[in-house]
């Protein structure tokens, strides 16, 4: 037990030295600042909402202006005005004074034709299209009505607008599994190198001189790598709670990860033990890392899934089976390979 | 003449076989490192995994929905909104007579059915008087709500397509256009040619018939909704058209009119107003990503391999050949330059982009190879290199992607040539200018990268445990020479040794433009979505202190690797000029200009950014201050402006300098003193301008 802890114990003073894990942790950093500078810009240009007091004005004319008044009045953020033709409104938008244009003609068809005009390449417009789209679709939802009588199945009534906040989900469904399985691909990252590494620089061979077996080796290595995991997780739920955002279920969430830092940390370990060097080690990891979490986000109740219904406290029996699961079956993944690596040695 | 010539042609012929021969030996290494047995592990790993998520898909058991039923609501089994709430893949339906509200449920969705309705056993839409969605109150049961408002809207929208009576189903039918203002008092922010072909139309047009020439348009578009598409007329709505490529699924079976998404700006879109999408061009994005991906997997190959040559000194033999350190890293290099170039001239194939999609990724390929090699040189062990190329993937993928999604937006996009990528996509039009623009500063700071880690490719750094810190500062200072001490009392200040190691200050600091370029405009691009109160003073500062690093870094190298004599400190070891204090700060001063004036002239150089009009948009002005437009002013004072911020660069330049030969405190504290006064300065001028 000793030997396997001072092996722990040399692997992460080496990190230290090398000052690798807070490179580690800025980078994660970068990763979700600047995921969520996409998302909260993205979301702000597509839900003005978002925006404060984000207000367009637009220029209607033509037959239906009074029902398009009405749909205006339901539509936060965006108003109406009504001119006489559709030159006046025309006129209007070139002089700035309305965002967009909206004529409208009853065909005899029975349908409203809309010639939407709105502002070309500026930054408003994904902003003024999004408004004028919400504008129209409650347009299109009274007119709908008022021929509730011809259709066959009447839709279903909409419940009334709620406020929300566009990041809530986004935070829970990909900020916090994003954040909490940064840090486990780097562990078995981590493994990879310090295996390969020993083995390249034949510092492996002095390690077997000392009194230590192939699995305290492993044993060692792993318990550094899977160590560190948990406490960079634990570091990004905190910072989320400091920031307002409250994660329900910390425990579970840590324990699952750890069970997947556990997994991955045997994939890797398995991987640096057959591969030629770190070239291919590396490189077959990536691949590897990449199809077991692009196939298990795929899955209905992957990782990814579990940990936001654990985040958001909508997690039950089926989740809590989940980890469980997930937790025997990294258990069994790392004590087979132990034991394979133990018999078999590092084949090179 | 002609002799020479041939001997010029000789040693190049040698120098090209030299280099082809490392690269036939690195690539025949590379191969073998991963060897078959690797290859077919990896391919197999592969096809299982794509079996098992097709087989998933197929059988619907797959989904990437990450948000699966993350919310819990409540609605009875006969309520026909069971329905909406089971097809919504957020939302997991919970019996509502047991949920209880904000423990097993977020919300409750309750129905007021018409009296006697209902009697037959079934509740259909028709019965439904009115809806409430109850949520608990808290920020959850807010989001749940809207959910179920969105889950319902869905539903309606799938229930009215399969409706025979169409017209009924979908009255309203909304032609879309979109039209620059020919006048107007934020003309300025309507962005010159430089969105693309959209603006052409107009700009073309001449200002006097637009007016008139919309109107007649939209007459037109409202008599039938077909003529909208062929009224626009100047080419770039069919552009836009052809190139919409299907990035909303085919949502409009048994529709009249084709609901056209995913079009870019100038695109007329006919259709339900449910199937407007707003310009942003997702797909083409979505596709520019797939680039970028293969980079990855090649940067670690790459990586391994430098570092491989340091490791137990085993570069060694090949830096005793004659071969020169430049004709060794570029012979290892090319094999995975040609990789490059093969993959993503394979993905262009794929995707459907043209030549200009792979001489766009040429740049960033350059780059993530450039920065890999530095990374590679710089790093001690695999671990701190996994590290360094993790970082480099995130940076440069941040920075390739992330102004390419504000392609349509804004010229500023146009930094990353990834969106050109995206203009290729599209089918639009891309001036010469644009792409050297795109991707000038980008293939430069490749090779400055380059260039910077050749510098340590030598016995001393490569083989020796240095912080990365250390081996930077080594790599920057092996590019200066020491400045003489003056002959004598006579020594002439236009001495020629002087003044060629002034000059290679200068040239060390103008190498650090690209990279001042790139920073200046990630910080432009990251600031920009902000409230320009904001991100105006945010931006003049953080310039001035990009501005003021790269000017004074390389100097601080010199005087830490003793190349410049020390203030108060020890003699420099090597050749460097020793002495009394005042001669030490003479060096630091002299250095200091020097370094501004490299800076100053390497700035007026970059005249090119003016090409894309980027200083139209605002807040590029404040970017490039002294490159806006400044006629009308009496040549004297345009004179004064001009060399002003040469007196800048060379005044804040000394000042760090002379921080920097005292150690590394007084540079801290002195580059902090030059960047308010940089930036101070640059607040005069955008106030001024």
Redesign the interface.
């Known amino acids: 037990m000793d030997s396997r802890l001072t092996i722990a114990g040399r692997e992460i003073a ?2 230290r030295a ?1 000052k ?1 894990i807070l ?2 942790i ?2 994660q950093l ?2 979700a600042m ?1 995921s969520s ?2 998302v ?3 979301v ?3 839900d003005p909402g978002a925006l404060d007091g984000a207000q367009i004005e637009v220029a209607a004319a ?1 037959d239906a202006v009074d029902e398009l008044e009405r749909a205006a009045a339901e539509v936060p953020g965006a108003s109406v005005t009504p001119y006489d033709d ?2 006046a409104a ?2 209007a ?4 004074a309305a965002d967009a ?1 909206v ?3 009853r ?1 005899e ?15 408003e ?2 902003v003024i ?2 408004q ?2 919400e504008l ?2 409650t ?2 939802l009274n ?2 009505d ?3 009588s ?16 566009p990041y ?2 986004f935070t ?3 900020l916090i ?1 994003l954040l909490v399985f940064l840090p486990v691909f ?1 562990s078995g ?2 493994v990879v ?2 295996i ?2 020993e083995l ?3 510092t492996m061979e002095l390690l077997r001189v000392a009194p230590v077996t192939l699995a305290d080796i492993v044993d060692g290595k792993a318990a550094a790598a899977i160590g560190i995991a948990p406490g960079q997780a634990l570091l990004w739920l905190l910072l989320l709670e400091a920031n307002g955002t409250s994660v329900a279920n910390v425990g579970p969430i840590l324990a699952l990860m750890t069970a997947l830092t556990t997994l991955v940390v045997a994939v890797a370990v398995g991987i640096a033990a057959v ?6 080690a ?3 990891y ?3 890392v990449l ?2 979490f ?2 298990a ?5 992957g990782p ?2 579990a940990v ?2 654990l985040a ?3 997690a039950d029996a089926t989740t809590g089976v989940l980890v469980v699961a997930y937790a025997a079956i990294a258990a069994a993944a790392y004590l087979g390979v132990r034991r394979v690596v133990a018999v078999e040695g590092f084949g090179r | 003449m002609t002799d020479r010539l041939r001997r010029v042609g000789r040693r190049l012929a040698v120098g090209v076989r030299r280099v082809l021969r490392v690269a036939r030996w690195e690539s025949a290494r ?1 191969s073998g ?3 078959r047995r ?1 290859l077919a ?2 391919v197999a ?2 096809l ?2 794509g079996g ?2 097709g087989v ?2 197929a059988t619907g ?12 609501v409540g609605v009875d089994g006969e309520s ?2 069971t329905d ?1 709430i089971e097809e919504a893949p ?1 939302l ?1 339906p919970v019996s509502a007579r047991s949920a209880s509200l904000g423990d097993s449920a ?1 919300a409750v ?1 309750v129905t007021v059915v018409r009296p006697g309705a209902g009697d037959d056993g079934s509740i ?3 019965d ?6 109850r ?1 608990s109150d808290t ?2 049961g ?2 749940a ?5 969105e889950a ?2 869905a ?2 929208e799938r ?2 397509r ?4 169409q ?20 003309d300025g ?3 010159g040619g430089s ?2 072909g ?2 052409d139309g ?1 700009d073309g047009g001449g200002g006097g018939s637009d ?1 008139p020439d ?2 007649g348009d ?2 037109d ?5 077909g003529s ?1 598409e062929s009224s626009t007329g100047d080419g770039s709505a069919t552009d836009g058209l052809g190139s919409a490529d299907g990035s909303t699924e085919s949502d409009d079976d048994g529709f009249a009119v084709p609901s056209i998404g995913g079009g870019a ?2 695109a007329s879109t006919v259709g ?3 199937s ?1 999408t ?3 061009p997702f797909t083409s994005l979505l596709l520019a990503f797939a680039f970028l991906v293969p980079m ?2 090649l940067i ?2 790459y990586g ?2 430098i570092l ?1 040559e340091r ?2 000194r085993r570069g060694e033999p090949l830096l005793v050949t004659p071969l020169s350190p430049a004709e060794i890293v570029a012979g290892k290099t090319l094999p995975y330059a040609a990789a490059a170039a093969v993959v993503t001239s394979l993905i262009a194939l794929v995707v459907g982009g043209g030549p200009l999609s792979v001489v766009a990724v040429a740049p960033v390929a350059a780059t993530f190879l450039g920065a890999t090699f530095v990374g590679a040189m710089f790093a ?9 190329t ?2 480099v993937s ?2 440069l993928t ?1 920075y390739a992607f ?1 102004p390419a ?1 504000f392609t ?3 010229p500023v996009a146009l930094v990353s040539p990834l969106t050109l990528v995206v203009f290729d996509l599209q089918g639009e039009a891309v001036s010469t200018g644009e792409v050297l623009f795109s991707t000038a500063p980008m293939g430069l700071g490749a090779a400055l990268l380059f260039g910077l880690g050749l510098g340590v490719y030598r016995e001393e750094d490569m083989f020796s445990q240095k912080p990365v810190t250390r081996k930077f500062l080594d790599a920057l200072a092996v590019r200066l020479s020491p400045i003489p001490a003056r002959r004598g009392i006579g020594g002439g200040l236009l001495d020629r040794d002087r003044l060629r190691a002034l000059g290679s200050v200068a040239l060390l600091t103008a190498c650090t433009l690209p990279f001042v370029f790139v920073a200046e405009l990630l910080a432009v691009a ?1 600031l920009f ?1 902000l409230p320009v109160t904001v991100s105006i003073p945010v931006l003049l500062v953080t310039i001035a202190f990009i501005e003021e690093v790269a000017k004074s870094v390389g100097l601080y190298a010199g005087f830490e690797r003793g190349v410049f004599g020390r203030i108060g400190g020890d003699p420099a070891g090597d050749g460097g000029a020793t002495g009394d204090g005042h001669g030490a700060l003479r060096v630091a001063l002299a250095v200091g200009i020097a370094s501004g004036t490299g800076f100053f002239l390497a700035e007026k150089a970059t005249a090119v950014v003016q090409a894309v009009g980027l200083t139209d948009l605002f807040i590029g002005r404040a970017a490039f201050a002294d490159v806006a437009g400044l006629s009308g002013l009496p040549p004297l004072a345009l004179a004064a402006l001009f060399f002003a911020p040469l007196v800048l660069h060379a005044v804040t330049t000394s000042v760090a300098s002379v921080g920097a030969s005292r150690g590394r405190t007084a540079y801290a504290l002195a580059l902090t003193l030059a960047t308010l006064g940089h930036a101070a300065y640059n607040v005069g001028v955008v106030g001024l301008g």
């Open positions: 080496g990190l090398e690798t490179l580690a800025g980078i970068f990763i600047f500078f996409l909260v810009g993205l702000s240009m597509y033509g559709a030159n025309r006129s938008f070139e002089r700035n244009v004529v409208t003609t065909t068809s029975g349908r409203v034709s809309t010639a939407v005009t709105a502002p070309d390449a500026t930054v417009t994904t299209v999004v004028l789209r129209l679709r347009y299109e007119e709908r008022a021929r509730a011809f259709l066959e199945e009447s839709p279903l009534p909409l419940p009334d607008r709620s406020d929300t906040s809530f989900t829970y469904t990909v599994p780097i990252s981590l190198d310090s390969t590494e390249d620089q034949g591969a030629p060097d770190r070239q291919a590396q490189l077959l990536s691949v590897a199809v077991l692009g196939g986000t795929a899955m209905a109740g990814a899934n936001a219904r958001i406290d909508s | 590379a490192g991963v060897d690797t592990a990896g790993l592969l299982v995994a098992v998520v998933g898909v058991v797959a989904g990437l929905d990450v948000d699966q039923d993350v919310y819990r026909p909104y909406a957020s997991r977020d969705v259909d839409a028709a439904v008087e009115e809806v409430v969605v949520a920020r959850k807010e989001a709500a809207a959910s179920v408002r319902v809207a539903h309606n229930l009215m399969a409706e025979p009576n017209t009924a189903a979908f009255p309203v039918v909304v032609t879309l256009r979109y039209v620059g203002r020919t006048t107007g008092v934020d922010a309507t962005l969105g693309g959209s603006t107009p007016g919309g109107t939209g007459g578009g409202t008599g039938d909704g909208g700006f100038g339900s107003p449910g407007i707003p310009p942003f990855n997997f670690q190959a391994s391999s491989d490791t137990n001690r062990s695999f671990k701190e290199l996994t590290f360094v993790v970082g995130v940076l941040t992330v999604i349509n937006v804004t990251v979505a």
